[in-house]
């Protein structure tokens, strides 16, 4: 129910600045609209711009979620199966930050530097605000919604660094969260499933009885905390070389964050799967052959792309070189000129 009035409001809040929207440009094709800003064919008043982009940027921030409109993903995290859990966190909640990128930039982009310095804050709390209460969570299923919204505060924070290197990693970062979160989910998922209990404490020594399933949840875990060599080290990498070159000091707030996600992944490891084995566990069942070849592909791709990011990087860098066109920026230029 939360997750419903959440969406239902941001949706018709955005409806309204679509039919603003409309109003102003004459008609309903985003792609149109797009190209006749960035050609300059269509111009904005700066407060109607602003208020639109309000609008758009509210409805995405709900979706991502960006605090303090995260409230709704622990809830529904922590109610839903393990496959429709992995849906919310490594599908549906990219449509707000690739929205972001996508039209926030694009059909608004005085707006969107306008907004830029408020948005980063709010990436920034996001960041330390998801990580410390990860840190803190007993239940698995909202220890790993809390874990992504931090997640999720790096990828907001990475487009509106308004970077090359951070949109990359920003949009990287969408496709690597939902791979390492998918596999960590449907992994907890079948924990969970074994022993009928979500609380951290109800286990202990699982690792002893099922290592094939422990070792698959630390993939998972170790691609949660960015772990050079898995694919969302490269992301994450990315997000803060962009980020710190033209705001370097939430660059460096922005990497305690990945201090506590070692924190809370670790810990969540030791209290379930090492230590003496509880009796409620003793005889837990390993992976299944079918639940294998469920993981199997996101552990590989995890791996692959961790080492050889370059496929993705080929599709992704021209996208990112035409939306910094539109909003008119251009990196920083290195203050220390390269010694000839």
């Known amino acids: 129910m939360k997750f419903l009035l959440y969406n239902l409001v941001g949706g018709l809040i955005m409806l309204a600045a679509v039919i603003g929207l409309y109003v102003v440009a004459g008609n309903f094709s985003l792609t149109e609209i797009a190209e006749a800003r960035a050609s300059g064919e269509l111009q904005m008043a700066t407060s109607t711009e ?6 758009f ?11 303090p409109l995260h409230t709704w993903l622990p809830n529904a995290m922590q ?24 039209f926030c930039l694009q059909l608004f982009p005085e ?25 803190g969570q007993r239940d698995i299923k909202r220890l790993v ?33 939902g791979i390492s979160t998918a596999a960590l989910m449907l992994v907890a998922g079948f924990l969970i499933s074994r022993r009928g209990s979500r609380l951290i404490a109800d286990y202990g020594g699982v690792q002893k009885v099922a290592p094939v399933l422990a070792g698959t949840f630390l993939i998972g875990g170790l691609a949660t905390l960015s772990l050079p060599g898995l694919a969302p080290f490269v992301s994450e990498f990315l997000v803060l070389v962009g980020t710190f070159t ?3 000091v939430v660059g460096i707030i922005a990497t305690f964050g990945i201090v506590l996600a070692a924190l809370y992944t670790l810990v969540l490891y030791q209290r379930t799967m090492t230590g003496p084995v509880k009796p409620e566990v003793a005889r837990m069942p390993d992976l299944r052959v079918r639940e294998l070849v469920v993981v199997a592909p996101l552990v590989a791709l995890l791996i ?28 920083p230029q290195p203050e220390v000129e390269a010694a000839k």
Not at 50 to 55: A, D, E, P, Y
Request: net charge positive; hydrophobic share 55%.
């Open 57 to 67: 940027f509210f409805a995405f921030a709900v979706k991502a979620p960006l605090w």
């Open 111 to 135: 707006a969107s530097t306008w907004a830029t310095p408020a948005i980063l804050v709010l990436a920034l709390i996001s960041i330390i605000y998801g990580a410390l209460l990860a840190v």
């Open 50 to 55: 602003r208020w639109l982009f309000l609008g």
């Open 145 to 177: 919604a809390y874990a992504s919204i931090s997640h999720f505060g790096f990828i907001i924070m990475g487009i509106f660094a308004m970077t090359s290197q951070g949109q990359s990693g920003a949009t990287l970062y969408m496709v690597n969260h």
């Open 304 to 331: 692959v792309l961790g080492v050889y990011p370059k496929p993705l990087t080929d599709v992704v860098n021209p996208a990112v070189e035409q939306t910094m066109s539109d909003v008119q920026k251009k990196d």
């Open 246 to 248: 033209r705001y370097p």
């Open 79 to 102: 109610e839903s199966t393990a496959p429709v859990a992995v849906l919310i966190t490594a599908v549906v909640d990219k449509v707000g930050t690739f929205a972001m990128l996508r």
